[in-house]
């Protein structure tokens, strides 16, 4: 059985260590494109949070009994598709509100975290398990996105030099 507790220690970690790298940035740094396709950090701040934010729900569904009401994607394509769908709702929003979006996103998915039973996480859902799905959503997407931003900002460094 999964420990919420060791789920609560990995999206801690790995929250801390994306806010470190994000908190590091300039605001010029944060809208520069490029940092993975075309999107600069401020998108990432937009996608990351939706994912969060999805995760959240996920938590509290499956917890009310209506997991299956979930909507999920069915593969890259549609995961790509959703992604492009989110980015455009968000093209006009600042920083700062991408920003506070994507913390108040982080605080909510902890939550429904805290608050979820913790004989459920291992209960099946979307073809992998309830914490799988968050993990993916959560902590695990913070690594990729944290190391995808180190890799840019190290790139950055040798084309300026």
Known sequence: MTAKSDVLKSLDHSWD????VIDSMSEPEMVEPGVVEEWSIKDLLGHIAFWAARA??????VSAGRGDSVPGTADQAETDEWNAREAAAREDKTLVQLRDEWERSHETARTALKKFPEDKLDLPFKDHTVVFSFGADTFAHYQEHATQIRAWLRQMETTEA
């Open 56 to 61: 959240a729900n996920t938590l509290t569904e």
């Open 17 to 20: 260590e994306l806010r470190t």
